[in-house]
């Protein structure tokens, strides 16, 4: 089955400071997704990286797919105390059926 | 935007005692799924749903749990007697492929549950 590695696990920021959160796959990613999740809330869905090198952004986040490498990451610019909550990356598991298999997540605090 | 929405939003019942979590997924979807977060764990795969049956099932799901499709809208998961580790956040969400980029698979707000 497919695992995913994120890293770090936890990350404590001060507000305006750039941060980038790494997410490895143990297989092949046919597509990524980026989650947010407030302690005890939804998962808010950020954004879809499908195809290898693509980059895509949403107002201060930037997420990256490396197919190569297995690998997305997702960089904050300029953080801001709205940023904080923990950040998930899932991946599409292709076959017959489809599905979302998390990482354990990366834990983020930004300090005013 | 449209909305997955879960009901109850908190949930406590006694252990042995069956629970029935409710879900209204996103209306022209077709795909649906369950999934559980017991805290400060991963989320979890439970189950996915389509065309009316079980597409796909974890190892978790076992015959204490079932889905039903009891309607065109509603899609509930049951525990039929609970125990103390069914404790968790469960998570509802929908999906249609064709909108994947611009929504991925939309999730509920969740329902969370604890087994006393």
């Known amino acids: 089955s497919q695992e995913l590695e994120q890293s770090p696990q936890s990350l404590i920021v001060q507000e305006g400071k750039n941060l980038t959160i790494n997410c490895t796959s143990s297989?092949?990613?046919?597509?990524l997704y980026w989650y947010k999740q407030k302690y005890g809330e939804g998962l808010i869905f950020l954004m879809m990286l499908q195809k290898g090198g693509e980059e895509k952004s949403h107002e201060k986040i930037t997420a990256k797919l490396d197919e190569k490498k297995q690998q997305s990451s997702l960089h904050i610019t300029a953080s801001q105390p709205s940023h904080a909550g923990i950040y998930l990356c899932?991946?599409?598991?292709?076959?017959?059926?489809?599905?979302?298999?998390f990482g354990k997540g990366t834990l983020l605090t930004v300090n005013p | 935007e449209p909305e997955v929405t879960q009901t109850p939003s908190h949930q406590v019942t006694q252990m042995g005692q069956e629970v029935i979590l409710r879900c209204v997924p996103i209306?022209?979807?077709?795909?649906f799924y369950w999934y559980r977060q017991i805290l400060g764990q991963k989320v979890e795969f439970l189950v996915s749903?389509?065309?009316?049956?079980?597409?796909?099932k974890s190892e978790i799901f076992d015959d204490q749990f079932s889905v039903e499709r009891p309607d065109g809208s509603n899609f509930t998961l049951k525990i039929r007697s609970t125990k103390l580790e069914d404790s968790a956040m469960y998570f509802c969400?929908?999906?249609?492929?064709?909108?994947?980029?611009?929504?991925?698979?939309?999730f509920g707000s969740g329902t969370r549950l604890t087994v006393v």
């Open positions: 749903f389509y065309n009316n049956e079980i597409s796909e």
């Open positions: 209306s022209n979807h077709l795909y």
């Open positions: 297989k092949t990613l046919y597509g």
């Open positions: 969400a929908s999906r249609d492929p064709v909108e994947d980029i611009l929504y991925g698979y939309t």
């Open positions: 899932g991946a599409d598991s292709r076959g017959s059926n489809y599905k979302l298999t």
